[in-house]
């Protein structure tokens, strides 16, 4: 797993290993290593994508050296990353069931005489009398 990142392409959910910026002053596409930071003009890419990109006539595209598939999945620190979470994944324990507390309702208001009770957004009509 060499990202969290996945590619930018609706309906692919492979991980992003390029980032593809455009230099619209340039007519000029840049197809780079994936960007430490996700910026908000910028495209993930992932291994399938990056290869079949295209870019409009009269554009031109730069390729940058990408980093190889096997040397991401071998890096010490995603191995670390990786083994730090299958420890958390074993040690975490199972939750202990909540045992749910009885539901208490609030005592009921009786219906009585109208000039006694306090207005309030809900209240209870009789029929035959309306209300001033």
């Not at 492979?14 to 910026?39: K, M």
Request: aromatic residues 4%; charged residues 20%; contains cysteine.
């Amino acid at each position: 797993m060499g990202s969290s990142r996945l590619c930018s392409r609706s309906a692919c959910r492979q991980p992003a290993i390029a980032t593809l910026t455009y230099v619209y002053a340039d007519s000029t596409a840049v197809l780079g290593p994936l960007a430490t930071f996700a910026e908000p003009h910028c495209y993930d890419l992932c291994t399938l994508h990056a290869e079949r990109l295209t870019v409009p006539l009269g554009w031109e595209v730069m390729r940058l050296a990408l980093p190889e598939q096997g040397r991401l999945r071998n890096d010490d620190l995603y191995a670390l990353a990786n083994a730090v979470r299958e420890n958390e994944a074993q040690a975490a324990p199972a939750p202990a069931a909540e045992v749910p507390a009885p539901r208490t309702s609030p005592p009921a208001i009786e219906p009585g005489n109208a000039q006694s009770m306090t207005r309030r957004h809900l209240r209870v009509l009789r029929e035959g009398k309306q209300e001033p």
